[in-house]
């Protein structure tokens, strides 16, 4: 008796709480969560999914294009009220941002199209404080965001999982930085960087790319 009743539980369980159908629910939650947030934003895509929510902050300064996807606890923020100029953030059509990904914007932030991330990535265009004496003194959260300048990530970039991009970086087209690499200076379009800080370790030449 107890085996048939076992037997049934466990028919009972793949049915009802089977992984596929765990997935028909996350679509549908998922679909009407990106329906209810792209409103907020300066400008969003229709296409445009999102996961689970970190944070989103200084949405009216976000503009995201179509195709764009956002897995679970992404963090999409920008800071107007704590500079003096009003940020830009813009993301480009079909890129795909992996799980826990941080974005925060005080001066300018470009993702261009087809971008992919892994999970765990930051990109920053700021900095709380300098690493003067007078800023040292101060404790972290009362110093002053401070930007080196604007991040610019071209077409087609891959970045791995916990690679962090901070202020003042241009990477170009269909350049790859790896896993836990801290992007400092600029990357060559179609150039591998990896490494803290991230140093170019392969340029693709032309003849590699035909």
């Known amino acids: ?3 048939i009743v076992l037997f049934i539980f466990r028919f009972l ?5 089977s992984y596929k159908r765990y997935e028909c629910f996350k679509g549908y939650w998922r679909s009407l969560r990106s329906i209810w947030l792209r409103s907020i934003f300066n400008h ?7 996961g689970k929510i970190g944070r989103i902050h200084g949405s009216k300064c976000i503009s995201i294009a179509d195709g764009t996807f956002f897995d679970d606890y992404f963090h999409l923020t920008a800071w107007p009220e704590l ?8 993301i480009g059509e079909n890129c795909s941002f992996g799980a826990y990904s941080h974005i925060t914007c005080t001066n300018k932030i470009t993702i261009g199209n087809h971008c992919l991330t892994g999970k765990w990535v930051t990109i920053s265009d700021n900095n709380h404080g300098d690493s003067s004496k007078e800023a040292l ?31 003042g970086v241009t990477i170009g087209k269909g350049s790859i930085i790896a896993a836990n690499a801290v992007v400092t200076k600029d990357v060559p379009a179609y ?3 990896a490494g803290n800080p991230a140093k170019i370790i392969r340029k693709v030449s032309d003849e590699d790319k035909v």
């Not at 969003?44 to 999102?50: A, L, M, N, R, T």
């Open 83 to 90: 500079v003096k100029n009003v940020p830009v953030l813009k």
């Open 1 to 3: 008796m107890k085996r």
């Open 13 to 17: 369980q793949s049915f009802i709480f």
């Open 44 to 50: 969003c895509g229709k296409s445009v999914f999102f």
């Open 137 to 167: 003194q101060l404790p972290p959260s009362q110093r002053e965001l401070v930007s080196k300048g604007a991040v610019i990530i071209e077409d087609d970039v891959w970045i791995g999982d916990k690679a962090t991009v901070l202020s």
């Open 191 to 193: 150039c591998i960087a």
